[in-house]
């Protein structure tokens, strides 16, 4: 194994900060006179707030692990080997820190080889092997296992994936080529793209084992014990695993040209990652698990596909989102110091609507605080207290929650016509009524009379001024934006504005609630439309004003398609609500209107009162002609890559003035809301990489957004 060594050590010199996972060995007398079994503990030294992942020097570990049990199984001293991961954690994948460091293809080739041969000496024990998921198990993490002969898993194991296409690489130690082999290409397919592709979605352990992954499941509390009794019966005969035949016809084929059509629909070909897995995925439907020469061709695919991802924009773009969402927006660039923040002990939602009554279940759920909605008529207020009554009872249904917590939460969520009575004791009152101005200043007006003087205004307001919104109060350092995205409980985003007067102890009290209520909270400052909604504005301004000059929308949607966007700009409209683009995109006309145009269509869309520009027929969407008799269109068509263009200069535009107007501290957290609040992919890693790597900062800002390597291969 001298050339694994080799490998390895070189990596393990490139990543010098690397936290090392340790491989320990400890053997066990198996249930049942079974025999001697060497337990390997996978083990980073830290609890299971700092997973275990395998970098260079991890795989060292390991690989000095596997020459004691290879020893041990050659000496006859074992009957069987195994691996298991530290309380609550198997094992969480590669370690990208690592990967994010590497400069060199053969560098990134290596990383790849390396982890493949440690993990076939699994494979190649001349005993049974067992991995044994007790915990957390990801990428890496759940490939280890693979490699085993046979796998337990416990039943509260709370995420258990493949994510790598996720983040822009390939499950590329023997994921791609195993899986397939083990449950068949279509449970192979939905865990390596369909789930990875669905914003990451983990499974459970129940899910693991009814999948095959596993071949037996056991509860958390005695899950080593019920384990090795398990491997018992298995090394003494009395369990033989049966699994299913794995189709390798039609069934094979038609896996795969399903997982094409999810990536077409999430990426439209813009990420590699998806379609090099499938691409491996399809090669190993004529593999034999136990014929080394296939599977050697699998390994090596993956090794290729994992350098040449390594050493791709997307990959890096998809590090930096990963990272932007895990370690950034735990700690919010200027938020003031936590030690200011008053405690919040009951909370006051003005309006009783929609948007106000997600608010309500949202902080109910989260503080477990009182929380008191108001608004113009009994009518009103009963319907959104009914709003969220219902909801809970839905969680309940679902098995969500306790009847218990059902009933206290339920408790907990009340309505009052009378501000005073609702809100006198109030320590946080956030408005979410009508989208203007003067009807706001009013809102705060009338609260400034009722609540206490510590008590925190926030405003739920999507584009207006909070500086302007405080300014006929007598205590304007008390409010503050708190800018929520729908739907509430989906999008993580929220947008904390500092008005001009806003206090630091106010300040501070909103990212402490924000942290209570689990959302990304980012800093801005007050200008029109804050960060997300000014982004999209400009670039469906443009979008739209495309369209008007005579481009046709068919044309236009695909244009963008390259983007991978969640959704196309017209559809993203619909779901928006058309009235409220136009509000925003006047508010923006007003600040800007060099830059924001009205557009006369829109404006035409909403008086009719249509929802878009898409309607439903024979179950497919199709242009509303309706729709379409309202708008006029001029005679200018521009190609696919003219529009492209002159929607992402616009964008490169905006945002390099809203940094030079400080927005936001940096690009990053121009990205990081992206991501968080307009769902904008991670492959682009939000907006601003994509721009770099394009060339389209430099041609419109005459520089880049991000330094060198910060999105990019290192130079």
């Known amino acids: ?16 900060g690397e936290v090392v996972t340790t491989a320990h060995v400890r053997h066990l007398d198996l249930p049942l006179q079974a025999g001697r079994l060497a337990l390997i503990t996978l083990d980073n030294g830290f609890d299971h707030t700092k997973p275990t992942t395998f970098g260079p020097g991890s795989l060292l570990k390991l690989n000095e692990a596997l020459d004691q049990v290879t020893a041990e199984a050659a000496e006859g001293t074992i009957v069987g080997a195994a ?10 994948g590669a370690d990208l820190k690592g990967v994010e460091l590497l400069k060199e293809h053969a560098d990134a080739l290596a990383i790849g080889k390396g982890g493949h041969d440690v993990f076939q000496r699994i494979a190649t024990l001349p005993v049974p092997t067992f991995a044994f998921y007790n915990g957390a198990a990801m990428g890496g993490g759940v490939e280890v296992g693979l490699h085993c002969d046979y796998r337990t898993v416990s039943a509260g194991v709370p995420a258990f994936s493949l994510p790598e296409v996720f983040l822009g690489l390939v499950p590329g130690w023997g994921g791609c080529t195993i899986l397939p082999n083990l449950v068949g290409a279509g449970k192979a397919v939905k865990v390596i793209v369909e789930n990875s592709m669905n914003q990451n979605k983990q499974l459970k352990g129940k899910d693991v084992f009814e999948l095959g992954i596993a071949d037996a499941i056991f509860e958390p509390a005695d899950f080593l014990e019920q384990s090795l009794l398990w491997a018992a019966k298995v090394v003494k005969g009395d369990v033989v695993v049966e699994r299913e035949a794995i189709d390798r016809g039609k069934a094979w084929d038609d896996a795969v040209l399903w997982g094409r059509m999810v990536a077409d629909a999430k990426v439209h070909g813009a990420a590699p990652a998806a379609y090099r897995a499938l691409d491996i995925i399809a090669a190993a439907k004529d593999f034999d698990l136990a014929d080394k020469a296939s599977l050697q061709a699998g390994f090596d695919a993956e090794d290729a596909a994992l350098a040449d991802l390594i050493m791709s924009g997307e990959l890096r773009s998809g590090i930096y989102a990963f990272n932007l969402v895990q370690r950034r927006a735990k700690r919010p660039v200027g938020a003031p110091d936590k030690s200011l923040a008053r405690p919040v002990t009951k909370v006051g939602v003005v309006g009783a609507g929609l948007m106000a009554s997600q608010l309500a279940l949202l902080f109910a759920r989260r503080l477990e605080v009182p929380v008191v909605l108001t608004d113009i008529d009994q009518a009103r207020v009963d319907k959104g207290v009914g709003y969220v009554h219902a909801e809970i009872d839905k969680l309940l249904g679902k098995g969500r929650i306790g009847q218990d917590k059902a009933n206290r939460l339920k408790g907990l969520v009340s309505g009052s016509l009378d ?45 207006l001024s909070v500086t302007e919104m405080a300014s006929k109060l007598k205590h304007p350092e008390r409010v503050v934006g708190f800018h929520f995205f729908n739907p509430v409980a989906i999008l993580p985003l929220l947008e904390i504005v500092r008005g001009d007067s806003t206090d630091d ?37 443009e979008i739209q004003g495309i369209i008007d000059e005579g481009t046709p929308i068919a044309d236009v949607e695909k244009a963008v398609e390259p983007l991978g966007l969640p959704m196309s700009p017209i559809v993203l409209l619909e779901l928006v609500g058309p009235a409220i683009a136009l509000h925003v995109s006047e508010t923006l006309h ?17 008086k009719a009162g249509k929802r878009g520009f898409y309607t439903w027929t024979d179950g497919q969407q199709v242009l509303d002609p309706e729709v379409l008799e309202l708008l006029t269109f001029g005679d200018s068509v521009l190609t696919g890559e003219q529009v492209r263009a002159r929607a992402l200069e616009a964008v490169a535009q905006e945002i390099g003035l809203m940094l030079e107007e400080g927005v936001v501290a940096e690009a990053q957290d121009i990205d990081l809301c992206m991501i968080t609040g307009a769902g904008w992919p991670f492959h682009l890693g939000g907006i601003t990489p994509y721009l770099d790597r394009e060339g389209v900062s430099e041609r419109v800002n005459g520089k880049a957004f991000l330094a060198p390597g910060v999105a990019s291969v290192p130079a």
């Not at 194994?1 to 010098?16: C, D, K, S």
């Not at 300040?507 to 959302?519: G, H, I, R």
């Open 590 to 606: 007003g600040a800007f209107p060099e830059r924001f145009t009205v557009s006369e269509n829109l404006a035409k869309v909403v």
């Open 419 to 463: 501000k005073a009575a609702a809100f006198g004791d109030a320590d946080f009152v956030i408005e979410a009524v009508f989208e203007e101005m003067g009807v706001k200043q009013a809102v705060f007006a009338d609260l400034e009379n009722v609540v206490s003087p510590t008590c925190v205004l926030a405003t739920n307001t999507s584009s």
């Open 83 to 92: 691996i298991t991961g530290k309380p609550f954690i198997f094992a969480v």
């Open 1 to 16: 194994m001298t050339n694994t060594t080799e490998l390895l050590t070189r990596g393990a010199e490139l990543f010098p």
């Open 505 to 541: 102890a106010s300040l501070a009290t909103a990212f402490a609630v924000s942290k209570k209520l689990k959302k990304t909270s980012v800093l801005c400052k007050d200008r029109p439309a804050f960060v997300v909604n000014r982004i999209l504005t400009r670039f469906m301004g």
